[in-house]
Each structure stands twice: as C-alpha cells, then as structure tokens.
C-alpha cells in the first residue's frame, strides 16, 4: 500500500507540473480509496506533497512569462487559501468527516471540467483584465484548492480558460503560483493555530522526495509538449479521477 502511494505521487506530481493541476487531485482520490488515514491526516499528506511539487516546478520555470494577471490571481489564492482551511476545520467539527463530502464535489466539479474540454473549441470565452475579477476567481480556486486538499485540480485550468481567454500551457503555469500561494497559506494556517494531524514522517518525506523529482522531470518534458499534447494528458487524467472519485463516494457513504 505505501508502495503503491509513494509511486502515486511521483506519477501525480509529475503529470500536475506539466498540466497545472497541482497533482492533488489524483494524490487525494488515491490515498481515500486505499488509505485507513483520517480526512485531515490525507488531505496533509497530499497537500504538502503539492506544495513540495509546485516550489519545485516554479524553481524551474522561473524564467518563464508569467501572465500580468497571474499575480493577482496568486493574492486571491494566498487569501483563499486561509478561507479554505477554515472552512475545512469547520465541517470536520461538525461532521466529524469530510471525505463524502470531498468526493462528491470532485466527481462534479471533474465532470464539469471534463465536459468543458471535449466542447472549449466551440465555446466563446472572455477575456478579463481587471485585478478584481483576478482576485475574486482566485480567492474561488484558493478556497477549494484548500478544502479539497488537491492543490487546484482540474477546476484551476477550466476558470482560467474561460474567463482569461489563457491557452494551455499559460494557463499551468498562471495555476501553479495559485496553489502554491493557497497551499503555503493553508500549511501555515495549520502550524499556527496548531491543528497539523499525526502522520507518518517517513511516508510525508518520501511522498515529497517524490514531489521533487517529479516536478523536475515534469517541468522539462512540459517545455518539449504542444498545448494539445497537454490537453490529451489531461483528459486522461481527468478520467481516471473520475472514476476513483465515484468509487469513494460509495466508499465514504
């Protein structure tokens, strides 16, 4: 089983660096399925190793343009991020889980992205330049990147393609400092008030050696892809995540 995690995230890590998906959404579905862990203790794990996996990548693609409004879209991210791990703690008091919860909102919002990627050739999209509607779609993904504990997923790349009129490629990148900045927010959020789970140490470390690796490798093999090869590496993603979300909705309920 940890073997299998392990290789979970280098695979995931590798191909959300590439794509901008952050790796989480395929980290988090996995270790639900298999895992006897708590939501927060899965939710830590897959979120540290994404936050490993984007300071990486933007490491690496720091000489990369990075689209004027992909600032203000990581500042709505940094203060979504915060607004999501509070959310987070406040269901889990509540509930006392969220994993069914997590699950159903992935199999939406994934089928929704899905739908969006097979048809955004004959769909009109917009083009925003003010700084508000930056701010207002990135405090959106921060907040979900941050509850969901995936980093940003698939939903980061639908937004931005839509409502930036961004292409591929511009649009990974533009997502990778959101959830950088959501997740760093998040993982000080929970060093502060406290609230970072028990986990395996020599599990977290290897997951995020893994972020390492493959990150480096992912951010070379993106700078060698077309746009529509990264959009037919993540459909098959996308697939993939959805399957593993239903299987855990049944499994969570």
Known sequence: MTVIIILTALIATFVGSISGIGGGVLIKPVMDAIFDATSSQISFYSGTTVLTMTIVSLIRSRKEKLDPRGLWLAVGGAAGGYA?????????????????????IMVILTGLVFVYTMKKDSIKTKNFRSPAVSLATGLFLGVASSFLGIGGGPINLMFLSYFFSMDT????????????????????????T?????????LLFSMMACAVIGATVGRMVSKKLTNKGVDKLF?????????ISVYNCFRFA
């Open 84 to 104: 999501g791990k509070m959310v987070f703690d406040s269901v889990l008091k509540s509930f006392g889980s969220v994993g069914l919860i997590q699950n159903i």
């Open 169 to 192: 490629k511009t649009a990974a990148l533009s997502s990778l400092w959101i959830i950088f900045f959501s997740q760093a927010v998040s993982f000080i959020s929970s060093a502060v």
């Open 194 to 202: 406290r609230t970072i789970p028990e986990v395996d140490l020599v």
């Open 235 to 243: 459909m098959g993603l996308l697939i993939v995540i959805i399957f």
